[in-house]
């Protein structure tokens, strides 16, 4: 009898055991599916930057994109990973310092310094990478975005992250000893979009306005021809059907029991753009009497996806039409003070991104639901809800993500500022005077990007970029093949 009870209990063990590798197979491979749907995120973005900027930057824009991908993926695993994940603990939870290479030896439970965990968070850092490109758009040479991207994928994103993510981070609410109320900030509010908005206003400042953009008064112009607007409402349809994995990817990383929380997100994250939407298209024939542009609504319906990020997993769907709504005021103004201080970002990078990030991170401690997410991932969840939802401690978690949101508004622009100054005084900044007459594509590749009624041009355009004076012979219209 004693012998048949052995067996059984060996037998329940090694079933168990093969429960649990199931189990943890099975989070790895939907840790990389959600990653391979975020990376959708840079056809997105590519679409929409493309459509966005004339024709002839078109290659440019392209080659960027590339280049992002390429670039952020190398430093990401050499050692962008090791800042963000790696052990703080010796800095005080400021940076990591191990796993540089993926060259620690991985714990098939640990999902959080695992290969898919690398390569879900490299989606992330290619994401706030990418960002950029389009607020610079049309005037700045390739070598100085390869440069920002280096310094994206190591010293930006990586370092913001193991601050908030990290479970060695001094504010992180993975860490039980976080040096202050842990900050809420589930997909990057913070940590992609405020780092990536900021990245932005500062490269803009730096890099100038585009030629034409402002007249001899130096007051901003009508907005410059956009090539596609499909190209622009393509790409927003494809950021919207990436962001539900984007905000319910870290549901995934934190282990999340709760059956309806997936769903929850997915509804918030849908409630908050088509509300922001909805605020931006009433305000536009409601101040300007007329119907915005297809590609400005896109920037309003990607607004409220920008707001749902900091509390997807915390804030209940009906929240959303509040904090969406207000979403889509917050890109108008801010768009409309860029042009006031004559900043030039051609997608309106720094709306979207920068004030709507803001926003999201000071709305997630203020509407935060305590009943939604109670797993051990999520260790705030439980600790407290929001300022409006009837916590005595939603000031404190309020405080710390205002905390945060300054500290990386201030780290950015402390790391931004001088490479952007550096680049600017060896000249390697801005394109040439003759690529922004004739366009990138013209001067600096083999042609324009599409071959059909451009032809004709083509061979005039090469020699005029040959012959002309870089002050005489050269034509002063926008550029537009």
Same mark, same amino acid.
């Given at each position: 009898?004693?012998?048949?009870?052995?067996?059984?209990?060996?037998?329940?063990?090694?079933?168990?055991?093969?429960?649990?590798?199931?189990?943890?197979?099975?989070?790895?491979?939907?840790?990389?599916?959600?990653?391979?749907?975020?990376?959708? &995120?840079?056809?997105?973005?590519?679409? $929409?930057?493309?459509?966005?900027?004339?024709?002839?930057?078109?290659?440019?824009?392209?080659?960027?994109?590339?280049?992002? &991908?390429?670039?952020?993926?190398?430093?990401?695993?050499?050692?962008?990973?090791? /800042?963000?994940?790696?052990?703080?603990?010796?800095?005080?939870?400021?940076?990591?310092?191990?796993?540089?290479?993926?060259?620690?030896?991985?714990?098939?439970?640990?999902? *959080?310094?695992?290969?898919?965990?690398?390569?879900? *968070?490299?989606?992330?850092?290619?994401?706030?990478?990418?960002?950029?490109?389009?607020?610079?758009?049309?005037?700045?040479?390739?070598?100085?975005?390869? !440069?920002?991207?280096?310094?994206?994928?190591?010293?930006?994103?990586?370092?913001?992250?193991?601050?908030?993510?990290?479970?060695?981070?001094? #504010?992180?609410? $993975?860490?039980?000893?976080?040096?202050?109320?842990?900050?809420? =900030?589930?997909?990057?509010?913070?940590?992609? *979009?405020?780092?990536?908005?900021?990245?932005?206003?500062?490269?803009?400042?730096?890099?100038?306005?585009?030629?034409?953009?402002?007249?001899?008064?130096?007051?901003?112009?009508?907005?410059?021809?956009?090539?596609?607007?499909?190209?622009?409402?393509?790409?927003?349809?494809?950021?919207?059907?990436?962001?539900?994995?984007?905000?319910?990817?870290?549901?995934?990383?934190?282990?999340?029991?709760?059956?309806?929380?997936?769903?929850?997100?997915?509804?918030?994250?849908?409630?908050?753009?088509?509300?922001?939407? #909805?605020?931006?298209?009433?305000?536009?024939?409601?101040?300007?009497?007329?119907?915005?542009?297809?590609?400005?609504?896109?920037?309003?319906?990607?607004?409220?996806?920008?707001?749902?990020?900091?509390?997807?997993?915390?804030?209940?769907?009906? /929240?959303?039409?509040?904090?969406?709504?207000?979403?889509?005021?917050?890109?108008?103004?801010?768009?409309? $003070?860029?042009?006031?201080?004559?900043?030039?970002?051609?997608?309106?990078? !720094?709306?979207? *991104?920068?004030?709507?990030?803001?926003?999201?991170?000071?709305?997630?401690?203020?509407?935060?639901?305590?009943?939604?997410?109670? =797993?051990?991932?999520?260790?705030?969840?439980?600790?407290?809800?929001? !300022?409006?939802?009837?916590?005595?401690?939603?000031?404190?978690?309020?405080?710390?993500?205002?905390?945060?949101?300054?500290?990386?508004?201030?780290?950015?622009?402390?790391?931004?500022?001088?490479?952007?100054?550096?680049?600017?005084?060896?000249?390697?900044?801005?394109?040439?005077?003759?690529?922004?007459?004739?366009?990138?594509?013209?001067?600096?590749?083999?042609?324009?990007?599409?071959?059909?009624?451009?032809?004709?041009?083509?061979?005039?355009?090469?020699?005029?970029?040959?012959?002309?004076?870089?002050?005489?012979?050269?034509?002063?219209?926008?550029?537009?093949?």
């Amino acid at each position: 009898m004693k012998d048949s009870n052995y067996v059984e209990m060996e037998e329940f063990k090694l079933w168990k055991s093969h429960v649990q590798s199931q189990e943890l197979y099975l989070k790895h491979y939907q840790l990389v599916c959600a990653a391979s749907v975020v990376i959708l &995120m840079q056809l997105g973005f590519t679409f $929409l930057e493309v459509g966005s900027v004339r024709v002839q930057f078109t290659k440019s824009i392209l080659m960027k994109n590339m280049v992002d &991908m390429i670039i952020s993926a190398i430093m990401y695993f050499a050692v962008g990973f090791g /800042f963000a994940f790696g052990d703080g603990s010796s800095s005080g939870g400021l940076i990591g310092s191990t796993n540089f290479f993926l060259s620690s030896n991985q714990n098939a439970s640990d999902i *959080h310094h695992s290969s898919a965990g690398w390569v879900y *968070h490299w989606s992330y850092c290619a994401t706030a990478a990418t960002i950029v490109a389009g607020a610079i758009a049309e005037r700045t040479q390739l070598v100085a975005y390869g !440069v920002y991207s280096i310094i994206g994928s190591t010293l930006l994103y990586p370092v913001i992250t193991h601050w908030i993510w990290s479970p060695t981070g001094w #504010a992180s609410a $993975l860490n039980p000893n976080s040096l202050i109320a842990p900050v809420l =900030d589930d997909a990057g509010g913070i940590a992609v *979009h405020t780092c990536a908005g900021m990245c932005s206003i500062v490269a803009c400042f730096f890099v100038g306005p585009r030629q034409h953009r402002l007249d001899r008064k130096g007051n901003f112009v009508k907005d410059l021809p956009k090539q596609n607007q499909s190209f622009i409402v393509f790409g927003m349809f494809v950021l919207w059907f990436s962001w539900y994995a984007f905000n319910a990817g870290p549901a995934i990383l934190a282990a999340a029991s709760n059956e309806s929380l997936m769903g929850n997100i997915a509804a918030y994250t849908t409630i908050c753009a088509a509300s922001s939407g #909805a605020t931006y298209l009433a305000l536009s024939v409601g101040l300007r009497k007329k119907l915005p542009e297809p590609g400005d609504l896109c920037n309003g319906i990607l607004a409220g996806l920008v707001c749902s990020t900091s509390g997807c997993s915390v804030i209940k769907p009906y /929240f959303g039409i509040v904090i969406g709504s207000l979403g889509g005021v917050i890109v108008m103004v801010v768009s409309k $003070l860029m042009r006031r201080f004559r900043i030039d970002d051609v997608v309106d990078a !720094v709306a979207v *991104h920068l004030g709507c990030g803001v926003w999201s991170a000071l709305s997630a401690p203020l509407f935060a639901e305590t009943v939604l997410n109670t =797993d051990e991932g999520f260790k705030y969840a439980y600790k407290s809800c929001g !300022v409006f939802t009837g916590c005595s401690e939603g000031w404190k978690y309020l405080g710390s993500n205002v905390l945060l949101t300054l500290l990386t508004i201030i780290y950015v622009t402390a790391i931004v500022t001088p490479t952007c100054f550096i680049l600017r005084q060896c000249k390697i900044l801005r394109i040439k005077v003759e690529s922004e007459r004739h366009g990138v594509d013209i001067v600096e590749f083999e042609g324009p990007a599409y071959n059909n009624d451009m032809k004709s041009r083509r061979s005039k355009l090469f020699n005029d970029v040959k012959l002309a004076s870089p002050r005489i012979g050269m034509p002063h219209g926008d550029g537009a093949c």
